[in-house]
Every structure is written in C-alpha cells, then in structure tokens.
C-alpha cells in the first residue's frame, strides 16, 4: 500500500520559469544558511526567491574549472536557460570543501579563501565566454559569512 503525503504545490498553475540557476556543491552544511543569506542579498528585488540548483558533487567551481565535469554543468544551464528563461548564474564556494582537499590543505583560512576566490574567477571566465547574456555572480562561503566576489 502507498501512503500519500498531501501537500499544495504552489507551481502548479503557474509558468515555469525562474531568476536564476545556483551552482553550488552538494555539502549540506552550508544549504540552510545560504538560502537565507540570498534573500537578504537580493532583498530589494524582493528575496532571492525560486531557482533551479544542479548541486553537483566535488564544488562549484571545480565542476566547471575541470574539463571532464564541464559538459554536465553546462548541460543543466542549457535546460535552465530554456526551459526556465533564467537570467543569472551564481557559483558558490564554500570553506572546507572536500574536492579541494578541504581547509586542512591550507595554512590559513585566509589562504583556503583566495584559491577559492581565484578558482571562482576561473569559472567565471568559462561561464561568461560561454554564456554571454547571462550575469554570472561569484560568492564564496565560510563560517561565519558569505563573500561576494
């Protein structure tokens, strides 16, 4: 027997479109706190609202900086951009991020922050060559704070 979870969608006669696409890594740490923070970063546009998040394993911008990883990141932006007309890419990084060794590769936080910063810059780069009518917003997340690079 299934048992059914009743719930109301609110999408369900409504478009099917949204703002933006996150790509961000999969680490549930750093989910409940981001989505907070982006509602009071994009509050005079109302909150940051819905947006399609692919979530891939291994960080953000390395899914896009490596080549063997690159096709999949741009095949859930392709369906973004079509089928949900988003306007936006964000690339989040976050503080001890396992595919980059996590913070014990580094000697300072600070240190772990500028390779992030520089590898967000890379991803940057690929993205806006390749999308050029997208924006692409670049952040990085520690502990205590989300940077926008």
């Known amino acids: 027997m299934i048992e059914a979870i009743s719930y109301q969608n609110k999408f369900k006669d409504q478009g099917h479109q949204c703002q933006s696409l996150v790509i961000r890594c999969m680490d549930f740490r750093f989910h409940r706190q ?50 949900h007309q988003i306007k ?25 922050g500028m390779f992030h910063m520089g590898e967000l810059n890379k991803a940057k780069d690929i993205l806006t060559t390749k999308y050029p009518s997208l924006e692409v917003v670049t952040l990085y997340q520690d502990w205590d704070s989300l940077k926008i690079i």
Do not use: N
């Open 34 to 83: 981001l989505d907070q923070l982006l509602d009071e970063l994009y509050s005079e546009e109302g909150g940051f609202g819905d947006y399609d998040s692919p979530g891939p394993a291994g960080g953000a911008s390395k899914a896009i900086v490596d080549e063997a990883s690159r096709p999949v990141v741009f095949s859930a932006i392709d369906i973004a951009k079509d089928k």
């Open 88 to 112: 936006r890419i964000l690339i989040i990084d976050h503080i001890d991020c396992g595919a980059y060794g996590g913070s014990s590769r580094f000697s300072t936080p600070e240190e772990e």
